[in-house]
């Protein structure tokens, strides 16, 4: 049998003790309806009201009721009409206000006029004739406090008040303003994610402002119109700015987490902040170790540690354990105890014996068997400890910072069917904020549609998104390499979901979002940070290397002359980061232009242990290059890559990399590209110290 027909509009009102004001605003609705001859449907969301007013709503065939248990405020009463609701236009409405007679064609024929306008709304009018304070300008710390502390009653705060509330605007005037108040509004469906309009962290206050907040961060307009008139009965609850007042309260706590939202300043600050964090948190495991050495050695028979010993064993083991996943989004199972007690007594026994060693003494059985005992304490309080942070961050997600603002990147089929996967799954505690497609061209998808992904940094920047998902094939996440480079910089999260059949069969130990396996991408929010860091840590370590190698220039010389039969020292032009050309520096290993072939045995082995490379230290002091990242390449290679293969260049070019592992050198060029394209997407320095590792001690091909 056929499905019926969706209606053309759906109104929700939601009721909590609304009294006969009620009926009033369901009339008007009909009313309406009738008047402009539309399909429609009502859906009355009662929030646990407590006087009856709508019990006999039952009766009426016309009306949608849905009863809930407990009040949940107004934003997730909303949203749940919004989920059984099917109208492409939907109608909200507070149920103290009504349509006066021919109120809502304005509000539809501007929907229909404007294509670019998402969200129509009406001139509310008091029970005194006056107009309500609605549109607004968006709030600003210094607009907030001339609202609601005495800043007003000076000359300057009052003009902040001022402009702020718009007292200025023509309104008999057709206009696009900043937001409006939720009491009477009229939306397109497709304008808003499918979970609803509201973010249901708002439990009443600034939800509206919020919702006409991301409009406007995605190129949408919000348009008033005066010929539209709503009668508002307005209680201003919150107004009674008296402490036993708890929707002065309600208020209070939706403003904070609107600015925990839409700050600039928080938003700008992401990268930073997770370094600190990060820092902190290696802080606090050696505070923990030492706590527990100390402690093992107070109550046991155990010497006393030295202080460089304990020094040593706080640093090493506080960078050797393993931690939780720093992602924020997803679920990861924490490392285990067993694993960390290993680890640490492997980095105690190690620090002790290099202690005995200088010191000139033997390692007896007391101490491997105390240094044994305080990795498996360690590990177990580190572990219980672990536990009960993820349980507070759960915790202050769901009662303070809300959910994870993210945006949904990739192929219309792939995303559309994680966000539904998303909806079902709430313990996700993730707020999709919209889809962007890697495709300008495709269609389809979730709503609401964004701008495409070359244009993704503005919009995460725009509507303030903490994390973005990646949902698609390998090929797509290898062409959007760039712009994923470009957020983690930005202090955005980037993971990679792998929504493919042969993708699940991935290990089950990973990140998993929505559930489906994840890949982080890179060293997430920090990543900013970390790149400073590992650029200053690559120019020192350079630089003194160089300083080392100073004594032996000479020899090395005189060996790669010996081999090339010319001058040893060759400048080879290359393109560096983001284009940038540089001249490189290499040891020549054999006769010829490019100095790179035969030489005999003696050019073999400076090749074999990388002295031909040497030089290239002082690229990496100049900030030419880094020691590690995709390989350097002249220019006429660089000319030819495609624009997304370009995105290897957002990197410096390294000494070595992943194409130096394979000794052979057995890689063709788009092999190489695709690798170096890897590298950009996963670069952490974890990752740059374990290429740097395999390089110098890995095995070799034969």
């Not at 010497?303 to 706080?314: K, Y």
């Not at 010191?359 to 309080?381: C, E, H, P, Y």
């Not at 709430?426 to 495709?439: N, Q, T």
Request: charged share 20%; proline share 7%.
């Amino acid at each position: 049998m056929r499905p019926p027909d969706p209606p053309q509009l759906s109104a929700i009102v939601v009721a909590y003790d609304s009294g006969q004001q009620l009926r009033r605003c369901l009339d008007s609705i009909q009313s309406e309806l009738q008047r402009e001859d539309i399909t429609g449907e009502i859906w009355v969301i009662d929030n646990d009201s407590q006087d009856g007013s709508t019990s006999e709503l039952s009766q009426h065939p016309d009306l949608q009721i849905l009863r809930n248990k407990k009040n949940l405020g107004f934003g997730a009463a909303v949203n749940q009409g919004f989920r059984r609701s099917r109208g492409e236009l939907v109608l909200l409405l507070n149920p103290d206000a009504e349509f006066q007679p021919g109120s809502l064609r304005p509000l539809l024929e501007t929907l229909r006029r404007n294509p670019e306008a998402d969200l129509a709304a009406p001139a509310l009018i008091l029970p005194n004739g006056e107009r309500q304070g609605s549109p607004r300008r968006f709030y600003t710390l210094a607009a907030a406090l001339a609202r609601r502390t005495p800043l007003a009653r000076i000359p300057m705060g009052a003009r902040l008040l001022r402009k702020h509330l718009m007292t200025g605007l023509d309104t008999n005037r057709a206009q696009n303003v900043d937001w409006v108040s939720g009491a009477a509004m009229l939306l397109r469906r497709s304008s808003v994610p499918t979970s609803g309009p509201f973010d249901e962290r708002y439990f009443l206050y600034f939800e509206d402002v919020d919702l006409c907040r991301r409009l406007a961060a995605s190129g949408r307009k919000v348009h008033f119109e005066p010929a539209s008139r709503v009668h508002h009965s307005l209680s201003a609850g919150s107004r009674r700015q008296v402490p036993w007042n708890p929707l002065l309260w309600r208020h209070i706590h939706s403003g904070f987490l609107y600015a925990l939202s839409w700050s600039p300043g928080l938003w700008r600050s992401r990268w930073w902040r997770g370094t600190a964090s990060k820092a902190l948190g290696l802080v606090a495991r050696g505070g923990i170790l030492a706590g527990v050495a100390t402690l093992l050695t107070v109550s046991s028979s155990l010497p006393p540690l030295s202080t460089a010993l304990l020094l040593a064993l706080c640093i090493l083991g506080a960078l050797s354990t393993p931690t939780s996943p720093s992602s924020v989004l997803g679920r990861a199972p924490l490392p285990s105890a067993p694993l960390h007690a290993v680890r640490l007594a492997a980095v105690g026994i190690s620090s002790l014996a290099t202690f005995a060693a200088l010191s000139g003494t033997m390692m007896s059985l007391a101490d491997i068997a105390g240094t044994t005992a305080w990795a498996a304490l360690s590990a177990a309080v580190l572990n219980t400890i672990g536990r009960g942070t993820r349980s507070l961050r759960q915790l202050a997600r769901r009662s303070v910072t809300g959910p994870v603002r993210t945006l949904v990147a990739g192929c219309p089929a792939a995303a559309l069917e994680f966000c539904e996967r998303i909806a079902e799954e709430k313990a996700e505690a993730i707020s999709v904020l919209g889809f962007v497609p890697l495709d300008p061209l495709c269609e389809g998808g979730p709503t609401p549609r964004l701008r495409d992904f070359q244009q993704v940094v503005t919009v995460a920047r725009d509507l303030r998104a903490q994390a973005v998902l990646v949902v698609g094939g390998p090929d797509e996440l290898q062409q959007s390499t760039a712009q994923i480079d470009s957020l983690r910089r930005a202090g955005v999260t980037v993971s990679y979901v792998m929504t493919g059949a042969s993708e699940l069969l991935q290990p089950k130990q990973g990140l998993r979002i929505g559930g489906y396996p994840a890949l982080q991408l890179g060293s997430g929010a920090e990543a900013r940070a970390m790149l400073l860091i590992a650029s200053l840590a690559g120019r020192l370590s350079a630089a003194l290397a160089l300083a080392a190698l100073l004594p032996a220039a000479p020899i090395l010389l005189a060996l790669s002359a010996l081999a090339g039969r010319g001058y040893p020292l060759l400048r080879c032009h290359r393109v560096g980061r983001d284009g940038s050309p540089f001249v490189m520096l290499r040891l020549r290993s054999g006769p010829g232009s490019e100095g790179r072939e035969a030489g005999g045995r003696l050019g073999q082995a400076l090749r074999w242990l990388h002295i031909d490379e040497l030089p290239q230290l002082w690229n990496v002091v100049r900030g030419e290059m880094a020691l590690v990242g995709p390989r350097p390449v002249e220019s006429g290679i660089a000319d030819e890559l495609e624009e997304w293969q370009a995105a290897r260049l957002c990197v410096r070019p390294g000494i070595t990399g992943v194409w130096q592992l394979d000794r052979l050198r057995r890689w063709r060029l788009d092999e190489m590209i695709a690798s170096d394209l890897l590298y950009v997407l996963r670069w952490s320095i974890t990752l740059d110290l374990g290429i740097l590792s395999e390089t110098l001690f890995g095995r070799r091909n034969p």
